[in-house]
């Protein structure tokens, strides 16, 4: 399986801030994907990072709060802007590499715990 | 809409014993159905799935089984261990990337 990489694996930030989370693949994979894990919660698409194209949101998720990037097959990113303390979640990468034409496996990184002040 | 319910919210057991975790699916073109251990401050980690033309699935402790009439699929482990303690998250999808997740399982092996 693919190895996800995610920096920062942690960070406290204050309200009204922005937050830069990457997501490194060491292969270059077919689909990314970004989720929201609140606090004791299960997981949320947040979007699918598109390469080379705009990022496919998730209802209740917008741009301008969650702008997304994939410059290329291993790497993304995910900005959470404008930052409240409803932001403080776990927001994870995860990766598929579609083989065949139906769903394959996901892999989730680690996972970045975002608290806001 | 789409929707996995998953029971129990918390399950504990004497090291040894079996647990068993169930998901309840609503959309039946559902078609491949994977299973999450999340261990303390990491991420999900796909531990079996199973696709919708098997009726069950084995990997040396853990299991799968699925009853696609009844749309429900099970994560059965056996002799569980200290290590086994984790939060556990079933999923269903219907042939895209987009996983609908069940509530979790916190599960406790108790030694």
């Known amino acids: 399986s693919a190895v996800i990489s995610q920096k920062p694996s942690r960070d406290i930030c204050q309200r009204g801030t922005s937050l830069t989370i990457q997501c490194q693949v060491d292969?270059?994979?077919?689909?990314m994907f970004w989720y929201r894990q609140q606090p004791g919660q299960s997981l949320t698409l947040i979007a699918t990072?598109?390469?080379?194209?705009?990022?496919?949101?998730e209802s209740g998720f917008v741009i301008d709060k969650f702008p997304i990037s994939r410059p290329n097959l291993t790497f993304s990113t995910l900005t959470v802007s404008n930052m409240s303390p409803e932001d403080s979640s776990i927001y994870l990468c995860?990766?598929?590499?579609?083989?065949?034409?139906?769903?394959?496996?996901?892999?989730f990184g680690p996972g970045t715990r975002l608290t806001v002040l | 809409g789409e929707n996995v319910e998953q029971h129990p919210s918390t399950l504990s057991v004497q090291e040894g014993d079996s647990a068993v975790i169930k998901c309840t699916y609503s959309?039946?073109?559902?078609?491949?159905f994977p299973w999450y251990k999340q261990e303390l401050g990491k991420g999900p980690q796909l531990i079996i799935d199973?696709?919708?033309?098997?009726g069950e699935k084995k990997d040396q402790r853990i299991a799968v089984t699925l009853n696609k009439t009844a749309k429900h699929f099970s994560l059965h482990i056996t002799e569980t261990q200290p290590e086994d303690s984790a939060v556990y998250f079933c999923?269903?999808?219907?042939?895209?990337?987009?996983?609908?997740f069940g509530t979790g399982t916190r599960l406790k092996v108790l030694a």
């Open positions: 995860s990766v598929e590499d579609r083989k065949t034409g139906g769903p394959d496996e996901q892999f």
């Open positions: 999923a269903a999808t219907s042939g895209t990337y987009k996983y609908i």
């Open positions: 990072a598109n390469q080379g194209s705009e990022a496919t949101y």
């Open positions: 292969s270059q994979v077919t689909m």
């Open positions: 199973i696709r919708s033309n098997v």
């Open positions: 959309d039946s073109a559902s078609n491949y």
